[in-house]
């Protein structure tokens, strides 16, 4: 069965950091792409980062650009987001997504291109 667990969420005060995991289990880790997704209260899910891990491309939201870092750990089947000088529109509960393999071409910040989802960890950024 496949599996994603994400974890890492927490408070901070805005201009902190936070690192997400999401560990991955029940699929081909080196053929998917493993993006995280966010939904703040009212708000829809949005992509925020990515990873394709057949050539290694690196994907984030153009508001995130510069402050988060996707990275993957491929010994761990685990992907990472470092979140960096967070802000408090950046409160969301983050979801790690997969699909393996994976189909979607450049368009990796898109939920519809994922099959897989976990379970959220909340992120609050107080002000």
């Known amino acids: 069965d496949v599996q994603l667990q994400a974890s890492g969420g927490g408070t901070v005060q805005a201009g902190g950091s936070l690192r997400l995991s999401c560990v991955a289990s029940?699929?081909?880790?080196?053929?998917?792409?493993i993006g995280w997704f966010r939904q703040a209260p009212g708000k829809g899910r949005e992509g925020v980062s990515a990873?394709?891990?057949?050539?290694?491309?690196?994907y984030y939201k153009d508001s995130v650009q510069g402050r988060f870092t996707i990275s993957s750990d491929n010994a761990k089947n685990t992907v990472y987001l470092e979140m960096n000088t967070l802000k408090p529109e950046d409160t969301a509960v983050y979801y790690c997504?997969?699909?393996?393999?994976?189909?979607?071409?450049?368009?990796?910040?898109?939920?519809?291109?994922?099959?897989?989802w976990g379970q959220g960890t909340l992120v609050t950024v107080s002000s």
């Open positions: 997504a997969a699909d393996s393999p994976w189909l979607g071409g450049t368009y990796a910040l898109g939920s519809i291109w994922y099959d897989y």
């Open positions: 029940g699929f081909t880790f080196g053929d998917s792409a």
């Open positions: 990873i394709v891990h057949s050539d290694g491309s690196t």
